[in-house]
């Protein structure tokens, strides 16, 4: 199967590394709460939910609501950048926003999504 986006994988790779590299000790704002969450699957059909984030101290729990799905996953946060695995390959990558918006990837940057406080 090929994939009609290979240059913006590359590209949020790369903006990943970036970010990664950039990394700051855990930042004082906080990013337990709920959110709204907006996205786009691998194969470029949207969806919308909800996300319950609990966040102890760079340990976080995420608890997801797509339509009648229910997905969960905990990982890491190191300054505005959060590691979640929730049983895919690979992990939700999230980056913060001044806004305290979450913009994230998944599936190995073939999916996006936005978590909206």
């Known amino acids: 199967m ?5 240059a913006r994988r590359t590209l949020i790779g790369g903006l ?3 970010l990664i590299a ?3 000790p855990v930042s004082a704002q906080g990013i337990t709460g709920s959110y709204s969450a907006e996205g786009r699957n691998p ?11 609990r966040d102890n101290g760079g340990v976080v ?7 009648s799905q ?3 996953g905990s990982g890491t946060r ?6 979640v695995n929730w049983g895919d390959t690979y992990p939700v990558v999230y980056v913060r926003m001044p806004s305290g918006e979450l913009h994230g990837t998944w599936s190995n940057g073939r ?7």
């Open 16 to 18: 990943a590394a970036i």
């Open 2 to 6: 090929t994939y009609p986006f290979p």
């Open 61 to 67: 729990e995420m608890h997801w609501q797509v339509g």
């Open 111 to 117: 999916a996006l999504e936005r978590l909206i406080p």
């Open 78 to 83: 190191n300054g505005d950048v959060v590691w």
């Open 70 to 72: 229910a997905y969960t």
């Open 43 to 53: 194969d470029g059909s949207s969806y919308s939910g909800t996300v319950q984030i």
């Open 22 to 24: 950039a990394a700051v």
